[in-house]
């Protein structure tokens, strides 16, 4: 049962989230939990939904974000986030499920994408404390410098969607996928 109430919709929101929202409807056709939830405070819809739209235009592919959502989802034990990102990886991104087992795993099946999720997931297990050699491997995989920051911006934004939804308890409205363990 959630912790933290999600308006039931767009309307029953706070008035400041409503085009934020509306503008969510248009690009997805439909609103998620997620961003209901979050749009109890319009500051921090409009954070996240800027911040998400900033990276969607970054240098990192489609998939590989993904899998790196999966990957930290995993690490945090977030299930919402899961099934979401299953969808979305399936659906948007085409990764199979071989793929997103990997992902999961904190791999991937692609040599390059591994190498990411591989540094993604060494970033929210030791909260950004990483190794010299972490930061080389990712860098002979072939990922520059602002690749580098932007997988960092990615890992924080989805321990900050995961957080939000283990503390709410948010209602999973996609196919749902269990986490296996937790950090």
């Known amino acids: 049962m959630p912790r933290i109430p999600t308006p039931a919709s767009i309307e029953a929101a706070p008035a400041a989230s409503q085009p934020m929202l509306h503008a969510v409807e248009k690009q997805l056709g439909v609103v998620p939990n ?12 409009e954070g996240y939904l800027s911040l998400s739209g900033a990276l969607a235009k970054g240098r990192l592919p489609a998939p590989t974000r993904e899998r790196i959502a999966l990957a930290i989802a995993e690490v945090n034990g977030c299930s919402y986030c899961l099934s979401a990102h299953t969808y979305l990886g399936k659906n948007l991104a085409k990764l199979d499920d071989a793929e997103m087992v990997a992902n999961r795993a904190g791999g991937s099946n692609d040599p390059k994408a591994a190498a990411a999720v591989r540094f993604a997931t060494k970033i929210a297990r030791d909260r950004g404390h990483i190794g010299d050699e972490d930061l080389s491997a ?4 072939g990922y520059d410098d602002a690749q580098i920051i932007e997988i960092v911006q990615h890992v924080a934004l989805n321990v900050w969607t995961n957080y939000v939804n283990e503390v709410a308890r948010t209602e999973i409205d996609f196919p749902v996928v269990s986490a296996r363990k937790t950090a």
Do not use: E, K
């Not at 990712?138 to 995989?141: G, T």
């Open 34 to 45: 997620l961003f209901r939830l979050v749009s109890n405070s319009p500051a921090a819809l």
């Open 138 to 141: 990712v860098r002979l995989a």
